[in-house]
Each structure stands twice: as C-alpha cells, then as structure tokens.
C-alpha cells in the first residue's frame, strides 16, 4: 500500500528529512552549538543520555556537562579551539548527568562552516560506559594471567633452591652449634660465632619466605570470614606497629566467606600493614578496607566474570614511581636498603594469592600513596 501523501511530503522535504533523521537517533547525543559553546538544539539522544529536557538545555554552555576540574581547565574551550582550527575533533573522557552521576563519553565535533565563517559547531555524545569497564575488567584479567603465568615459572626454580639451601643452612647451623661449645672465653670468637649464627638464621628465613613464594607450601584451606578476621588481628596489628601512623578499617557488609588458609592470609595482611606503616612513616593513615567486586575470571571462558572478595590496604606514604609498582611483585626487587628487605614481601603475597585461585592488585599514585588489594574468589553457594 502507497504512503500517505503526507509522510511522502516529510520523507523529501530537506529540512523535514533532517528533523527525522536527527530525532531518530537515540543512542547518541547530537546538538548544535554556536562559536561560543551555548547549545542551540537538542534531540532524544542527548535527552536519554543526559538526562536533561531540551528546555532546560537550550541557551546554557555545554560546559554543564564536564566535570567541575576539567571546567575549571577549560576542557571544553579547548575542544571547540581544537576542532575550527583542525576542522574536526573527537575526545574521550567523563561526563556529567542531571542526577550528577558521571559516564564515560566518545565525543567528536565537527565545525558549521558557511563561506568560510564559523556559524556553530555540531557534537556528537556516545555513552561508552560498558565498553570501557568491560576493557578495563579484560587488561585487569590479562595482566593477572601474565603475573601468574610469570610466577608458575620462577617458583618452580625456587622451590628446588630452596630445599637446597634450606639442607645447607642446617649444617652450617648445626656446626657452628658445635663451635660455640668449644671457643672457651674468647671474645672475639664469640662475636664472629654470633655474627655467623644471626646471618645463617637470615638464612633461613629467607629460605622460608622463598618457599611460600614458591607456592610449595601446603594450604589448609577452609572457608573463612574475612571481615571476621581482620577485625580479630586488628589489635595484634596495631600493638606491632605502635608508631604515629593511624590504623584503620573499612568493612563492607554481608561479604560472602572465601575458602583459603586464615593463618596464611593473617600473614599476608601484616606484611602488607607492615609495608604500608612503613612507607607512612612520617604519620598517616593506613586503611585496611573490604569489598565485594565482579571481575573478569583470568582462568575462565573468554568474558566469564565471578565474584572477589577484595582485602586491601592502603597508605598515604610516598607512593610508587610507574616502573617501579610494575615490578613491586617481582621476587627479589626491592627499592629498601641493603639488609632491610629480601624483596619476597609482596612476592609471598602474590604466591599466597595466587595459590588460592585469586590475584593481586597494586594502585599507586608517588606523593599520593599506595592501595594493594588481594581478590580473592568469593565461596559460592551451592545451586539448589
């Protein structure tokens, strides 16, 4: 059957065609600005993702919907200099609803040119959101898969060397037990006896410290609640580290148990304290804060996401140069003094983590602090 007549009128009119064309389009923000930035039209699109009506749009500067910083720098000045100047400009960033809740925007402007005087500008908004968090849970995945992929290959090595060192330190251990019986009263002998002894029980340590990176150590895994447990070593944590550094925790409610060795992650977490009072040493807060977080599963089908349960602290020390929180999980680097650090630490936790099917996460800004959160798999219920 024919169309009305008319429909066929509005179909080949040019400025009806426009007005279709730009009132269909909902999915995107399309609107005219004028040379200054104050917005002119306003289709669904915008209304959709903006959250404003077109009456409460027109006449205002498009600046509204940039956060108050990037106004403040002039970001959306910028933009509009960038595309008459280029004759096109396309950004990504954050955005602003009505309801004051941010989004992550795909824009691109392009100028309104008549005989060569700049009339306007037309912009075009993508809400990107969804992409862009589902690119950031893939690179966190990927990146966990690498580290464990890394760790997999060098704890095979250290948990044969470990053995081997740990046999050798006995006997040097059980000789110089022997020594001491023997020296009479010589000073002198003693202090070098005593100097041997202190280096062989670093020895050791270390030795241990390297196995349970090497994840060879055996787990007694059980379910465990871990606000429970933190709120249990909190005292214990605060006595070790009785300095001007404030301890404090963030709980989020109604976590789910994971199933994991609770003296393993009692470890874990005073090494990570310990890390974190030091680099705060001038006084400041550390927070240890809980939550409960879906990503990507590095082990699982491509897009397949589960449940963490994440543990993290966090300091306001002097935080981590790029290069150097690339590497803070590598066995044996360390930016502490000769003798003040093995440079197994986070490495221990890392081997820990990874033994129990989670991963670690490291965020640090230098001047600003440094946030090392342990995601660990949350304990699923059984299907009914």
């Not at 070098?192 to 241990?208: E, F, K, N, P, V």
């Not at 059980?222 to 070593?233: A, H, Y």
Request: glycine share 8%.
């Amino acid at each position: 059957m024919d169309a009305p007549a008319s429909t066929r009128s509005a179909l080949t009119d040019t400025s009806q065609q426009l007005r279709l064309l730009i009132d269909s389009v909902r999915d995107h923000a399309l609107y005219l600005l004028d040379p200054e930035g104050i917005v002119c039209s306003w289709n669904p699109g915008a209304e959709r993702i903006k959250g404003y009506a077109a009456d409460e749009v027109i006449g205002t500067h498009f600046g509204r919907f940039y956060l108050p910083a990037d106004r403040d720098a002039g970001e959306p000045q910028r933009l509009l200099r960038l595309a008459a100047q280029q004759g096109h400009c396309s950004a990504e960033g954050w955005r602003v609803r009505r309801d004051r809740a941010s989004f992550r925007a795909s824009i691109v402007i392009e100028p309104v040119l008549e005989n060569g005087e700049l009339l306007g500008y037309v912009k075009i908004t993508r809400d990107i959101t969804e992409q862009w968090q589902a690119q950031r849970l893939l690179r966190d995945a990927q990146r966990a898969l690498r580290q464990t992929q890394q760790f997999e290959t060098v704890g095979r090595l250290s948990r044969g060397l470990s053995h081997e060192f740990n046999n050798l330190l006995t006997t040097i251990g059980n000789a110089l037990d022997l020594l001491a019986l023997r020296v009479g009263s010589d000073p002198r002998a003693h202090e070098l006896l005593s100097t041997a002894q202190t280096a062989t029980d670093r020895g050791a340590l270390l030795t241990r410290q390297l196995l349970a990176f090497s994840t060879g150590q055996t787990l007694i895994r059980e379910p465990v609640d871990v606000n429970e447990l933190i709120v249990e070593s909190l005292p214990g944590l605060r006595r070790a580290h009785a300095s001007g550094t404030l301890l404090g925790t963030e709980l989020a409610h109604d976590l789910p148990p994971v199933c994991t060795d609770a003296l393993q992650l009692q470890t874990a977490l005073a090494n990570l304290v310990a890390n974190a009072v030091e680099a705060t040493a001038d006084g400041g807060h550390v927070l240890i804060a809980t939550a409960l977080e879906h990503r990507l599963d590095p082990d699982g089908e491509a897009g397949q996401q589960r449940r963490y349960v994440t543990v993290s602290v966090r300091d306001q020390g002097r935080g981590m140069p790029v290069d150097v929180a690339e590497r803070a999980t590598e066995p044996f680097f360390t930016t502490k003094d000769i003798g003040k650090g093995s440079g197994l630490g986070l490495s221990q936790v890392f081997g820990f983590t990874t033994q129990s099917g989670g991963f670690v996460d490291v965020s640090t800004t230098p001047g600003v602090g440094t946030t090392v959160s342990l995601l660990l798999p949350a304990l699923e219920e059984p299907a009914p």
